[in-house]
């Protein structure tokens, strides 16, 4: 049981250039959602996805796209990558919305845009 | 807008102390909160939740909630050396899924 998966761990990506972020859980959990972490700024909710077949907009949803492909795995879509897009993107599941609902958190993805 | 705050920190204790972690939020229809500990270069792993009003105690962690002033706070009790990380308080508002909204943290010391 290996809970959240993140691939890659590091990314170096050069201005405009794209690439896809995996997030796989094995935990049977309905929702999926992609954060990123930036110094002094905590966990920003980008996309979101409550159930299979769903997803929507989280905080900072502007150049990225996602991808619920089933209900194992969400990948996160940079389409043409930008310097402010460098951060740590965390991937998380929770089983169900519910109010004791909680998210465990994928290792992390490092991405530097030069 | 829906804002959660924690203190900016860093908050430095020494070993065997108590440390205190407070967090305020801004949304009346917050329903659930949650402490998260973050260690450098690692991902978020939950110490505990609470929704009810009043404390909730699990080992040497203790949340205790107060939706009338609209803060929770995290009490760590024998603070050890292992405790040093980044603490992230967040809230699920009632209707929002399992979203939650996360403050931006306060990162403990305990000093041996």
């Known amino acids: 049981n290996a809970g959240v998966t993140q691939t890659p761990k590091f990314q170096v990506l050069k201005t405009g250039q794209s690439m896809t972020l995996q997030c796989t859980q094995d935990m049977n959990h309905n929702s999926m959602y992609w954060y990123r972490q930036d110094p002094g700024m905590g966990l920003r909710l980008i996309y979101y996805?409550?159930?299979?077949?769903?997803?929507d907009k989280g905080e900072v949803p502007n150049g990225y796209n996602v991808s619920r492909l089933n209900k194992r795995e969400f990948s996160l879509r940079l389409e043409s990558a930008a310097p402010s897009q460098t951060s740590v993107y965390f991937c998380?599941?929770?089983?169900?919305?519910?109010?004791?609902?909680?998210?465990?958190f994928g290792p992390g993805t490092r991405l530097t845009v030069l | 807008q829906k804002e959660v705050e924690q203190n900016s920190g860093p908050l430095s204790v020494p070993e065997g102390a108590i440390a205190s972690l407070n967090c305020t939020y801004s949304?009346?229809?917050?329903?659930?909160f949650f402490w998260y500990r973050q260690y450098s270069g690692k991902s978020p792993e939950l110490i505990m939740f609470?929704?009810?009003?009043g404390d909730k105690e699990d080992g040497r962690f203790t949340a205790q909630l107060n939706k009338a002033s609209q803060y929770v706070s995290l009490l760590i009790r024998d603070s050890q050396p292992s405790d040093s990380a980044t603490y992230l308080c967040a809230v699920k508002i009632t209707g929002a899924n399992s979203k939650l909204t996360f403050g931006k943290g306060i990162t403990l010391s305990v000093r041996p």
């Open positions: 949304d009346r229809g917050s329903q659930s």
């Open positions: 998380a599941s929770s089983e169900a919305p519910r109010r004791t609902d909680t998210q465990y």
């Open positions: 996805s409550a159930s299979e077949g769903t997803t």
């Open positions: 609470i929704y009810s009003n």
